[in-house]
């Protein structure tokens, strides 16, 4: 079973920043493609943004584009989501889970096991 557990999440003021961790346990993550995806209260999850598992290449959804990066460290078995220039409409319950990348506005479809999420909220 392959398990992701994220990390990171927090309050932070509109324009802050904050760096999300995914984590992998018992297996190697740098097999797999990794997306982010995010809940709002009331609303759907959706795929926030993918990388690769070959050359790395990845996916932003429009709405964060310009402000998020994903990456990877395959030496620390790792996801990163690096988040600048927050808005408020970006609190939400941030996930990720092993994923198909595909191009907006759907990003990435999950292929593994929901974990728990990290709560990000943006506000004044």
């Known amino acids: 079973q392959v398990q992701l557990v994220e990390s990171g999440g927090g309050l932070v003021q509109p324009g802050g920043s904050l760096r999300l961790s995914c984590a992998a346990s018992?297996?190697?993550?740098?097999?797999?493609?990794i997306g982010w995806f995010r809940q709002a209260p009331g609303k759907e999850r959706e795929g926030v943004s993918c990388?690769?598992?070959?050359?790395?290449?990845?996916s932003y959804a429009d709405s964060v584009k310009g402000r998020f990066t994903i990456s990877r460290d395959n030496a620390k078995n790792t996801v990163y989501l690096q988040m600048n220039s927050l808005k408020t409409e970006d609190t939400a319950v941030y996930y990720c889970?092993?994923?198909?990348?595909?191009?907006?506005?759907?990003?990435?479809?999950?292929?593994?096991?929901w974990g728990q999420g990290t709560q990000v909220t943006v506000s004044s």
């Open positions: 889970a092993t994923a198909r990348c595909r191009s907006p506005p759907q990003v990435a479809r999950v292929v593994g096991s």
């Open positions: 990388i690769s598992s070959s050359d790395g290449s990845t």
């Open positions: 018992r297996f190697t993550l740098d097999y797999y493609a």
